[in-house]
T-cell receptor
Framework: AQSVSQHNHHVILSEAASLELGCNYS??????LFWYVQYPGQHLQLLLK??????LVKGIKGFEAEFIKSKFSFNLRKPSVQWSDTAEYFC????????????FGSGTRLSIRP | DTAVSQTPKYLVTQMGNDKSIKCEQN?????MYWYKQDSKKFLKIMFS???????INETVPNRFSPKSPDKAHLNLHINSLELGDSAVYFC????????????FGSGTRLTVV
């Protein structure tokens, strides 16, 4: 069965620090990969997505992610975080063979100290 | 215009009651979903409908019954509510069965007392 692992449960950074959130998935076939963000009290919004092509994808608000097929990873990065980036971040996978569903990781809570 | 709208936003009810949550999307998507987010923020799929046909029915108590009158609407009815049903329920929609990601509704926070 597919699964998505986000190893960092809670990350605390100061403003202007660099961010990298880990995401690994288990599925040997073709996948589409996503990062979603959930600001406090709000719904999930799509940050970025990877389908094919350039493994380095850029999303909104200065976020980017790199797909490394050999490592089954899709880590999220941002060079300099802001206080407004405080949120829950979810990595997600849609496997081509799955019956129409996206599997979400358990989420990483990001807290930014002003 | 809100792309995926859910009502109500908040729902507080007593154990044993029956309640419904409604969801509507105006994106022309062909697939709709219900996800449950627990207090630890874990997201678990419950149901999925593609063009009014149920295609995903995860291990969910049969007190939960989805209904899709048309491909723009997916409602969730819950019978005999229990304390453990307290959670945030998110509706989502997608095209091509999720291949390009979901658009989520704003969620319904259900509290059973």
């Amino acid at each position: 069965a597919q699964s998505v692992s986000q190893h960092n449960h809670h990350v605390i950074l100061s403003e202007a620090a660099s961010l990298e959130l880990g995401c690994n998935y288990s599925y040997g076939g073709t996948v589409n990969l996503f990062w979603y963000v959930q600001y406090p009290g709000q719904h999930l919004q799509l940050l970025l997505k990877y389908f094919s092509g350039d493994p380095l994808v850029k999303g909104i608000k200065g976020f980017e992610a790199e797909f490394i097929k050999s490592k089954f990873s899709f880590n999220l990065r941002k060079p300099s975080v802001q206080w407004s980036d405080t949120a829950e971040y979810f990595c997600a996978v849609n496997a081509y063979s799955s019956a129409s569903k996206i599997i979400f990781g358990s989420g990483t809570r990001l807290s930014i100290r002003p | 215009d809100t792309a995926v709208s859910q009502t109500p936003k908040y729902l507080v009810t007593q154990m044993g009651n029956d309640k419904s949550i409604k969801c509507e999307q105006n994106l022309g998507h062909d697939t709709m979903y219900w996800y449950k987010q627990d207090s630890k923020k874990f997201l678990k799929i419950m149901f999925s409908y593609n063009n009014k046909e149920l295609i995903i029915n995860e291990t969910v108590p049969n007190r939960f019954s989805p209904k899709s009158p048309d491909k723009a609407h997916l409602n969730l009815h819950i019978n005999s509510l229990e304390l453990g049903d307290s959670a945030v329920y998110f509706c989502a929609s997608s095209q091509l069965q999720g291949a390009y990601g979901y658009t989520f509704g704003s969620g319904t926070r259900l509290t059973v007392v």
